[in-house]
């Protein structure tokens, strides 16, 4: 790396400066965990300064920097540093130049409510929890209560008591944060103005005092513990001016409980410090702590290693520090003895002097042989390369191993088995755990197998294990109190103030054909609500700095170009875990084939401390990150909402969801102008797709959950599908038989669970006529594609041969482990192969039903006139239809539609033709395109037919037909040789063509790739389209001419590319198969599939061949045969046959023939 003179010049004086200056920097932490937790309750990275003379130093005005090039990088606000003194300074890239919040705590331990219990006798209103209420009810000092003796209030044994106590806020506005803490026994809710603000173990919407809690919840003050913690979100639209009312509403778990607690504590946070502020004494830790009142710079330090520098005012360098990669919540300081000497802390000291025993460094991680993977026998386990006067020791437990552990050499392995090493050495932290999974060969599968390795007390100990009861639950599902729940006895964590434990965890994946996809250490929190009680679990899996690299680097789901991601889900199929494990992924297959966001799906094997853990879906985790990786999108304009008890904001804000919802409500919609605002607002194409697939899916766990859409400054809303397990009969059929109406839906009236306000995104847009006609359509194109019968089965049939063989073992593992999950939704999982079949025949009668009966709820829903039975032909060698929303492929077709809902079709001629017209019933011409059929005037005739045939024309305007051919296609590498997908191009003439604009499209119309501005192809010269090209230059070095990433794959299975220019218009396609009689060398086994010679007609199968190596992407087909035409290059008089090739022939032959005009051929 070149550096500038002045970066020199700036290192030559930091690097001499002796230690005599009177502030320096102390400590510092790059991969924070657990050590100091900042402003907002999250551990960001910090450094600490100490001032080390005899007098105040005033930092105001100086620089910090992890620069040396740019010591001037973020200038430190007021800020004086006594004698002796320390100071922190996170470095979190937040940017805070203020020293956070000052809170105060409003309503304290004593204060005097109203209190009234279900069995005083007083009278309590249905408004006791508003400000209207005007009550008769005595006043005393919290908390309220009996028994343990820690209530200051004590009344008579009772199973609810109701409390309330009037507080002013002079100032709203002036307010930055809203926090109550609880300390409850056993559940209560909370409100202010009568607006729930909080709840924890208690059920329903205004429940009865006599409602009993869900579950034990022993208060924690009493026994040395802190009151739970509530953030009051949003606030500042509950809060009046003045007078406010808070209530709260406590419930016991049974009606002879020994005892009853509430004990609250309301604290705001202001923005500017006043010496009159007090917090209460049981919230010092948590309010007072100084980690509030520290800086934020607006860089972060890399875990990697970097610089820190701090410079004088005028940018001068006053102290400094180089350091490499740190382990996470270790410290890198000054030692006590020697200032100048800098050491490894495994205990950190933020604003305390450093500690007395520090390390001299880290020891270098040791290389085992061989690394995790598939083997014949027994395996040695050997040390590749170790430090110099290290030791390792190892676990095959899944504990992180200690000097305690067994001394590694060597070791055989014999059957599955996960070992983990460390290396050890004299006066230097230990080295990073290095962790491999062993399996035996006949592990390997048709499906991806996943290993989890972790320490089991992360899993499985009663006290800090995510994956069990632990010892607070409930004993009914889903087990409030759980360890899955964190502590927390409600699945709406967020809301209530619950963390989602996390746990360190290695996770390797595994190709199907034994190639190690990624291994990484990475965070894991169970996932989910109601799901989490079930025996086998959702993990989320975070890719962490703290825990290594923060991401996970491999392309997991073959039909998306992506290859990192920060996070994914490992699902047990949710719902349908005691059903058929495959409805998690039929959403997905649905939504692959519209214009519609969702997470990919792909089934595998998962394994935990080497113990077999069955079969789960692998999912996208949707977050900020799944949009940006999917759609590029700025994450300061985002926003990404989300419906789970309450509409929430995943990422951002909800402002602009809920301006959304207010111009529903007040606008006519029916009304052009607002329709058309509407339309700037929202994707109503993808709406439909969206909310027709749900319908037809009749989904029971939405909207009041799975309910997510993202909108950013530049767009408009779009909604994600996510989460079908509760769809498709997955309910006992009392409950949801197939041939219930698609219409009676609790969701679309407004009644279903956790619904609030109704669906009036639903209601509104359904009163604009246009949105109905494409709502009416769109469900129609789907029943006579997507949704057909044999179309929906083959779904189910592509998902269940995957998982098919392994189903007897994931049986065998979970089988009869869930006898508590509720018989009537759940029941008592997979316990045979007759019944998972059985459970797969309902998924058939399930479409079949849905699609009888599905057209007639329609019918009767929007009171249509009947069916019109609509025939579309055109000559797809000169063009194409698009029929509303689906593009088709195939002529003559036939589809089902709605009298008195008009449609509309397009025709889209292929380069070098012209829209000519259509023909209704082979009479009426009509020049109009796009043409909307009105489909009325059918004289009571319930099931009408139509016929439209499009007819092109050559283009007169246009120049000379593209001489640009698709002239190699490589859509299946060899697993040895593995390039990714790739076409080729070739240029037939003899002039430059400008390819700007150009657009690459498979089968699926979401995928396309636009060739970016100023590509051209030379006369004779050839183009590759790749996508990967990072990949593909590793296999093919020498080759020039490359336009990549592509964006997505082809099929290995068929597909089609198609190949338009700027203006859309059709240049080349070719449908390939990987079935006879095209060539099945390309399908994996090495070959790429080429055209034989670029004059030939490269739509039908015997223009093509193998290759004889693995392709020749840039040059001649290797294959190329010469073709001699006619001698006469000339339209013939009359149409007739030329000389056949070869001769003779083995299993194809080429039959000229030449046409004296263009015409279809039969």
């Known amino acids: 790396m070149r550096l500038s003179y002045y970066s020199i010049l700036i290192r030559i004086l930091i690097c001499n400066l002796c230690i005599c200056q009177e502030v320096i920097i102390n400590e510092l932490i790059s991969s924070n965990f657990s050590v100091f937790m900042d402003r907002d309750a999250e551990y960001s990275d910090w450094i600490e300064m100490t001032n080390v003379s005899n007098d105040t130093f005033d930092l105001t005005g100086f620089w910090l920097s992890d620069d040396f090039s740019e010591p001037q990088r973020w200038s430190i606000p007021e800020l004086k540093i006594a004698p002796g003194e320390y100071e922190v300074i996170f470095c979190s890239g937040k940017d805070y130049r203020d020293r956070g919040f000052f809170w105060e705590t409003i309503i304290d331990e004593n204060s005097n409510w109203k209190y009234a219990d279900n069995n005083s006798g007083l009278d309590i209103p249905e408004n006791w929890r508003e400000m209207s209420a005007t009550l008769n009810w005595p006043s005393g000092p919290s908390g309220f209560g009996y028994g343990d003796d820690d209530d200051q209030t004590i009344i008579d044994p009772t199973t609810g008591l109701a409390i309330r106590k009037l507080f002013y806020i002079e100032t709203p506005e002036d307010i930055a944060a809203m926090v109550l803490h609880v300390d409850y026994d056993d559940g209560f809710i909370a409100y202010i103005n009568g607006i729930e603000i909080a709840r924890d173990n208690v059920c329903c919407e205004y429940p009865p005092l006599s ?589 269940k041969e995957v998982i098919e063989p392994e189903m007897p073992a994931h049986i065998n593992r979970w089988a009869n482990t869930c006898p508590y999950c509720p018989a009537n939704w759940i029941g008592d999982g997979i316990n045979s192969m007759d019944e998972w079949y059985e459970e797969l025949d309902r998924l058939y009668e399930y479409t079949t039903v849905r699609n009888q009966e599905g057209w007639h709820h329609i019918l009767g829903e929007f009171d249509l006139d009947g069916f019109v039975y609509i025939t579309l032909d055109a000559n797809s060698s000169q063009g194409e239809i698009k029929i509303n929303s689906i593009n088709l492929p195939d002529y003559p077709w036939t589809g089902k539609y709605f009298q008195g809902n008009s449609i509309t079709v397009t025709a889209i001629p292929h380069s070098g033709y012209e829209f000519l017209n259509w023909r209704i019933n082979g009479i009426t011409v009509i020049e109009e395109n796009p043409f909307v059929v009105p489909l009325d005037g059918f004289d009571s005739m319930w099931d009408a037919e139509f016929s439209l045939e499009v007819f092109f024309q050559e283009d007169s305007t246009a120049g000379p037909a593209s001489p640009l051919v698709i002239n190699e296609i490589n859509y299946n590498s060899a697993d040895d040789h593995d390039s990714e997908d790739w076409i080729e191009l070739f240029n037939l003439s003899d002039s430059t063509v400008n390819i700007s604009s150009w657009t690459i499209r498979d089968e699926d119309w979401s995928h396309f790739f636009e060739i970016p501005s100023g590509e051209v192809i030379d006369a004779g010269k050839y183009i590759i389209i790749c996508k990967d090209s990072s990949l593909f230059r590793q296999i093919y070095p020498e080759t020039e001419n490359l336009i990549g990433d592509m964006g997505f794959g082809l099929s290995g299975s068929g597909d089609e590319v198609r190949v338009y220019n700027g203006q859309g218009n059709l240049i080349d396609s070719v449908r390939y198969s990987d079935n006879p009689p095209w060539p099945n060398g390309p399908d994996g086994n090495g070959s790429s599939l080429e055209l034989i010679n670029p004059s030939l007609d490269n739509s039908i199968a015997a223009s093509w061949s193998n290759s004889a190596g693995y392709g020749t992407p840039g040059y001649v087909n290797d294959s190329y045969i010469t073709i001699k035409f006619h001698e006469d290059d000339y339209i013939p008089d009359e149409t007739h046959l030329g000389a056949s090739y070869p001769n003779p022939f083995n299993t194809s032959i080429n039959i000229p023939l030449y046409l004296n005009k263009t015409r279809n051929v039969k």
Request: proline share 5%; net charge negative.
């Open 211 to 799: 409602q009993l809690a869900i579950g034990n919840h022993e208060a924690q003050i009493y026994q040395g513990g802190f009151p739970s913690e509530f953030p009051v979100d949003d606030w500042q639209y509950i809060i009046n001016d003045g007078y406010n009312i808070i209530a709260i509403q406590v419930h016991n778990v049974t009606e002879n409980s020994s005892d009853m607690t509430i004990r609250p504590f309301l604290s705001i946070a202001h923005y500017e410090p006043d010496s009159s502020y007090e917090i209460s004494s049981f919230l010092l830790d948590e309010l007072g702590s100084q980690s509030w009142g520290h800086y934020h710079t607006n860089f972060k330090l890399d875990g990697d290693g970097e610089e820190i520098i701090l410079s004088d005012p005028n940018g001068i360098g006053i102290d400094s520090r180089q350091f490499d990669e740190i382990p996470t919540d270790i410290s890198f300081g000054r030692t006590l003895d020697d200032i100048e000497v800098w050491a490894y802390f495994d205990i950190p000291t933020p604003l305390e002097p450093n500690g007395d025993e520090s390390f001299l460094g880290i020891t270098e991680t040791p290389v085992i042989f061989p690394g995790g993977g598939f083997f014949i026998g027994d395996t040695e386990i050997q040390i590749e390369w170790t430090a110099e006067n290290s030791n390792i020791f190892y676990t095959i437990d899944g504990t992180i191993p200690t000097q305690s552990d067994e001394l590694f050499n060597s070791f055989i392995v014999q059957g599955t088995t996960t070992a983990r090493f460390r290396a050890f050495k004299e006066g230097y932290l230990p080295s990073k755990t290095v962790t491999h999974t062993y399996f035996d060969e006949s592990a390997i599968n048709s499906l991806p197998v996943i290993s989890i390795v972790t320490d089991p007390e992360h899993f499985f100990d009663d006290e800090t294990g995510i994956y069990v009861l632990g010892n607070e639950a409930t004993d009914w599902f889903p087990f409030w109190g759980a360890n899955w729940w964190s502590d927390c006895p409600h699945s709406n964590m967020r809301a209530y103030g619950c963390d989602n434990w996390e746990r360190p965890i290695h996770i390797e994946f595994f190709e199907p054909n034994g190639s190690l996809g990624f291994g990484l250490d990475a965070g894991v929190r169970i996932h989910g609500h109601w799901m989490r009680g079930l025996p086998q679990k959702c993990l989320a899996v975070i890719a962490r700095g703290q825990y290594g690299s923060d991401k996970i680097e491999h392309q997991i789901f073959p039909n998306i170009p992506l290859n990192e991601f920060k996070s994914i889900l490992i699902r047990q199929s949710g719902n349908d875990w005691s059903s058929t494990m495959i409805r998690d992924g039929i959403g997905a297959v649905m939504a692959r084939k519209i214009d519609l966001d969702y997470q990919e799906h792909r089934q595998a094997i998962v394994y935990i401390n080497g113990e077999y853990w069955g079969i789960h879906n692998v999912r996208e985790k949707i977050n900020e990150h799944y949009i940006s990786d999917h759609h590029n999108v700025d994450l300061d304009n985002l926003d990404l909402v989300e419906n789970s008890y309450g509409t929430w904001a995943n990422y951002g804000s909800t402002d602009n969801w809920f301006e959304l919802i207010d111009f529903l409500s007040s606008s006519d919609l029916s009304i052009d102008s607002n329709y058309q605002a509407l339309q700037d607002w929202v994707d109503i194409q993808e709406w439909i797709n969206y909310l027709v697939i749900e319908l037809y899916a009749a989904n029971n766990d939405w909207i009041g959950g799975n309910y997510k859409r993202w909108y950013n400054n530049d767009g408009k809303w779009r909604f994600i599908l996510n989460d079908l397990d509760a769809g498709f009969n997955q309910y006992p059929e009392e409950y949801n038989p197939p041939d219930e109406n698609i219409f009676d839906n609790e969701s679309l009236s407004g009644s279903g669970p956790d619904q609030i306000g109704g669906f009036i995104e639903y209601h509104s847009m359904m009163t604009n006529p246009d949105f109905r006609r494409k709502f009416i359509n769109t469900f129609a194109d789907l029943f006579n594609t997507l949704f057909e019968p044999n179309n929906f089965s083959s779904i189910v049939d592509s998902l």
